[in-house]
């Protein structure tokens, strides 16, 4: 019953920016923290952001601290991620996930199916 949806992925230059969002149905949203994980080919899922229920702490991997920003809008239970000065190594499939605030991906339990994102060279 619970659903994750992800939009906004595609392919971009190095250096441009994207906004993924990740729609939720389902659950109490706002009872859990919501997080973006990524995986490139041949590498496992990694963490790469994470945000509150309220919004008011957020989390993010040393990889893209600085350049992606994670937010959400509890009033229609949607999390966004703010990806700018994108680079080749952001290339991956990026999922969004619904759970406690925690960077290991045994905290969450519900998973979106995952949008593509390229960034080329």
């Known amino acids: 019953q619970v659903q994750l949806v992800e939009s906004g992925g595609g392919l971009v230059q190095a250096g441009g920016s994207l906004r993924l969002s990740c729609a939720a149905s389902?659950?109490?949203?706002?009872?859990?923290?919501m997080g973006w994980f990524r995986q490139a080919p041949g590498k496992e899922r990694e963490f790469v952001a994470l945000?509150?229920?309220?919004?008011?702490?957020?989390d993010y991997a040393n990889s893209v601290k600085g350049r992606f920003t994670i937010s959400r809008d509890n009033a229609v239970n949607t999390v966004y991620l703010q990806m700018n000065s994108l680079k080749p190594e952001d290339t991956a499939v990026y999922y969004c996930?619904?759970?406690?605030?925690?960077?290991?991906?045994?905290?969450?339990?519900?998973w979106g199916q995952g949008t593509q994102v390229t960034v080329s060279s």
């Open positions: 945000i509150n229920w309220s919004g008011g702490s957020t």
């Open positions: 996930a619904a759970g406690s605030m925690q960077k290991d991906l045994s905290a969450f339990g519900a």
């Open positions: 389902g659950l109490t949203f706002s009872s859990y923290a």
